[in-house]
């Protein structure tokens, strides 16, 4: 299938998958140990990212980054997807907001070393009491002289034990902009940060999502992103960015569920038939075949708008819809997948096992799938049905 793909986008798309194909033989050996690669194929793959130019790819060419549209990423972020455990998030990519928010010293600080490898990053924007909601964060960060002092506690923060700085979202208590919303930016080692627990969670990644409390975290007013007030512009940012990836990964995921099922239903025989002779399986994969070819369509016309300069409230739009439509499609195909492959489906070392416990945080994270559905929904009421699909 060739929509619409340039060579240099071909080329790419081809890079991104030889680079997985290296990591999938390691995905069965990685689910046992925690999600960890062994070390010798964690350096082989660190180097492979760098030869391939796929470090920081949602960054800007100017300062280093790989200056990719959002047709590339998609493609990049698709084969990433066929990949278990997490393991090609080797490819890492930065908060693409940032730097034209960022002064002069968070740059150098932390976003030129982000790009250059040296450095990763991880968001606390939840809490126990505000997930779907975001509005409803107790975090609070109060101005004192050429200080801000920041307390709460913040839920799930992904990826804290491979991360040297973190985004830290709170609400004003003093000031101008007092009850709006700010963002920080500061080192993982600050003083008053502390892990309250590391919960295990369903998946088998060796990223952690630990609870984090911030006791009177003292911070320099140059750790302030933007201006006070502006926090939830950049969440929605990272929000719309990330779900149009997620989306892109379901489809990698699909992909290769649907390629390894139609393999293992063409090779076991049962009652003296291969599996793919029977129409309840063929059902079954005809079904994950035409919602990955949905899937697709849907999220690399929503790469090509954004590349085309779509107005911002239709990439909302179409990257919720991307989100919901991909990742519930995502959840339907791996439950399949799992029954084709039958009792060998419920193996740990089994692809389909585990996408079927991998794939599930898909609605939920980035805002559930009925968070989704509202945003549609609202979409729907302002501009009618033609705009958004027409
Ligand atoms: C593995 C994992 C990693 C994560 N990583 C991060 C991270 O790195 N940083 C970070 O800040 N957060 C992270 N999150 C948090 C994630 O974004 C939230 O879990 C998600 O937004 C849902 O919020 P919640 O868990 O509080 O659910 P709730 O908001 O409590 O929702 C519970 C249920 O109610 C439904 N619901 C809520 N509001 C409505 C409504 N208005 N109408 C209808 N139904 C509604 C939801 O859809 C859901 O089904 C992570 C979560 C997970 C599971």
């Known amino acids: 299938m060739n929509l619409s793909l340039t060579d240099e986008d071909l080329d790419i798309q081809a890079r991104a998958r030889g680079f997985v194909e290296e990591l999938i033989p390691y995905e069965a050996e990685a689910e046992l140990n925690g999600g960890r690669l062994p070390e010798d194929a964690l350096e082989r793959g660190r180097k492979m990212v760098a030869e391939l130019g796929f470090e920081a790819i949602n960054m800007p060419k100017?300062?280093?980054?790989?200056?990719?549209?959002?047709?590339?990423?998609?493609?990049?972020q698709e084969q990433v997807g066929r990949v278990t455990n997490a393991l090609a998030w080797l490819i890492h990519t930065p908060a693409q907001w940032l730097p034209k928010v960022a002064t002069q010293y968070q740059t150098e600080r932390w976003v030129l070393p982000t790009i250059r490898g040296e450095l990763r990053e991880c968001y606390a924007i939840t809490e126990e009491v505000a997930g779907s909601d975001v509005d409803a964060i107790q975090a609070t960060a109060r101005r004192e002289g050429d200080e801000y002092v920041l307390n709460g506690e913040k839920w799930h923060v992904t990826s804290f034990n491979h991360a040297e700085y973190l985004f830290f979202q709170a609400k004003l208590s003093?000031?101008?902009?007092?009850?709006?919303?700010?963002?920080?930016?500061?080192?993982?080692?600050?003083?008053?940060?502390?892990?309250?627990?590391?919960?295990?969670?369903?998946?088998?990644?060796?990223?952690q999502h630990p609870i984090l409390a911030f006791e009177?975290?003292?911070l320099p007013a140059t750790h302030l992103i933007g201006a006070e007030g502006d926090g939830m512009q950049f969440a929605y940012?990272?929000?719309?960015?990330?779900?149009?990836?997620?989306?892109?990964?379901?489809?990698?995921?699909?992909?290769r569920l649907?390629?390894?099922?139609?393999?293992?239903?063409?090779?076991?025989?049962?009652?003296?038939?291969?599996?793919?002779?029977?129409?309840?399986?063929?059902?079954?994969?005809?079904?994950?075949?035409?919602?990955?070819?949905?899937?697709?369509?849907?999220?690399?016309?929503?790469?090509?708008?954004?590349d085309g300069g779509v107005d911002v409230k239709m990439q909302h739009a179409h990257c919720s819809m991307a989100k919901l439509f991909v990742s519930e499609a995502a959840g339907h195909v791996a439950d399949r997948c799992v029954q084709i492959f039958g009792g060998r489906g419920y193996m740990r070392e089994n692809v389909?096992?585990?996408?079927?416990?991998?794939?599930?945080?898909?609605?939920?994270?980035?805002?559930?799938?009925?968070?989704?559905?509202?945003?549609?929904?609202?979409?729907?009421?302002k501009r009618g049905v033609e705009p958004l699909v027409g």
């Open 174 to 207: 003093n000031g101008p902009h007092a009850g709006d919303h700010a963002m920080f930016i500061m080192d993982v080692d600050t003083p008053g940060i502390r892990v309250v627990r590391v919960p295990e969670y369903s998946h088998t990644i060796d990223h």
């Open 216 to 218: 009177d975290v003292r």
């Open 352 to 381: 389909a096992e585990r996408f079927f416990r991998e794939l599930r945080v898909e609605r939920i994270w980035e805002g559930t799938s009925e968070i989704q559905r509202i945003i549609i929904a609202d979409q729907l009421r």
């Open 62 to 76: 100017e300062l280093g980054g790989g200056g990719f549209s959002a047709l590339q990423q998609v493609l990049v």
């Open 258 to 306: 649907i390629g390894e099922a139609t393999g293992f239903a063409k090779e076991r025989i049962v009652r003296g038939q291969p599996l793919m002779d029977f129409q309840a399986i063929q059902f079954m994969l005809a079904d994950s075949l035409n919602e990955l070819w949905a899937s697709r369509l849907m999220t690399y016309r929503t790469a090509q708008e954004i």
């Open 237 to 255: 940012e990272w929000f719309r960015y990330e779900r149009l990836m997620i989306a892109a990964r379901c489809c990698g995921a699909m992909d």
